[in-house]
């Protein structure tokens, strides 16, 4: 019995203790498959033209963040930083960029809404505005042709449905 117990409780610590990897817990010059290993696969690996890596890990949907990571031609971290503020924001190219493209620089979306009638659908990103105050990104993409049709900032949905089910 007393095997077994410890044989649960090394496999639950195990768990608990790969739950808590995190993208801020690499540090520059850690390389490419210390993070892989350590994070798991990320959103999206791109292959820049110099031989570096870009690669992207989102926090969706309950985390209100996604990471870059740079990788240089020899595997070693050399750039880090959340994703879902208004410097990347700004990169966003409406009528140049599709899904696939977006995806690709912010990772998995929290939320994907599909509008019929108009045409169109959303990629939703949740996020923490520089005052630490909870914000929502929306892409929106045309049906047609899947390119972006703008971007629009709002207050998080999830905090003012939380905020619904609230009893004062």
Same mark, same amino acid.
Do not use: E
């Given at each position: 019995m007393t095997k077994i117990y410890k044989l649960i409780l090394v496999c639950c610590a195990a768990l608990f203790l790969s739950a808590c990897a995190h993208p801020d817990m690499i540090k520059l010059n850690d390389t490419y498959d210390y993070t892989v290993k350590e994070l798991g696969v990320p959103d999206s690996t791109t292959r820049l033209p110099d031989g570096s890596i870009r690669i992207v890990y989102s926090m969706q949907p309950m985390g209100q963040?996604?990471?870059?990571?740079?990788?240089n031609p020899e595997g070693k971290l050399i750039f880090k930083d959340q994703l879902l503020q208004q410097k990347y924001f700004n990169q966003i190219k409406p009528k140049v960029q599709d899904s696939q493209d977006i995806y690709m620089m912010f990772g998995k979306p929290c939320e994907q809404w599909h509008y019929k009638n108009l045409g169109e659908h959303t990629y939703m990103y949740r996020y923490l505005d520089e005052s630490g105050f909870p914000m929502a990104l929306w892409v929106d993409f045309d049906d047609k042709d899947d390119k972006v049709l703008r971007y629009v900032l709002s207050i $998080?949905?999830?905090v003012q449905r939380d905020a $619904?089910?609230? $009893?004062f």
């Open positions: 963040a996604s990471y870059v990571m740079i990788f $998080d949905p999830w $619904d089910q609230r $009893d």
